[in-house]
């Protein structure tokens, strides 16, 4: 079985997605890390953000091992680390480079150390639409950029990270635009996909729905 579950920064995509792996024994590919370990190698050598062929040969270099080194990085999950990913996200060069690594794990999935899974969940902004057009079922998760922005705030604040609740949501919005309105695989839902709107609903709310659309989907 193969999910996908797409939407902007904090609409709480990884916490359905990881509830979900655990509970039907799949392996899950947070896709956004692909983009932030090019985003932060390019910072870590000195490279220009704005040099698509650099962005390129850092993307064509990548393996998983790699992507999880640069993940031990503070930087990897900061403020600054999502706003350098999705930089170099929007090169066409760089989705495209990095596309054969993302569909690949559909084909064998395996879980942290490496054991093989029956099936993946994915989490991204185009993994319904261009990654995996095939999967079995795909969620849109989504929220208002307030709520997205102020979740995000705390959890910033949580570790310790120095940034306002206002430079937070200016991040937030200029993220989404950029994710929707970039030239190749913009962030939007798949025709096929089921909606979850969690600006309301308590993280249990959502993983019932959820539950419930992939429980009536395996009975057809
Ligand atoms: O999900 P996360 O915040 O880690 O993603 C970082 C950035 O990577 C996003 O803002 C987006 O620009 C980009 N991204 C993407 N396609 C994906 C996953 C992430 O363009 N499938």
Redesign the pocket.
Known sequence: MIITVDGP?AAGKGTLSRVLAEKYGLAYF????V??AVGLEMALLGKNLNDEAEALKIADSLTFSKMNELSANPDFRSALG?KN??IV?AYPSVRASLLKMQQDFSKHPVFADGTPAKGAIY?????GTV?CPQADIKFFVTASPEVRAERRFKEFQAKGEKISYEEVLADVKA?DA??MNRAV?P?KPAADAVILDTSNDTIEDVLRRAVEIIESRKQK
């Open positions: 920064a947070d896709t956004g890390m983009y932030r999502g990913a999705s996200s989490d991204g902004r185009d993994t990654v993220r950029r994710d695989a962030m």
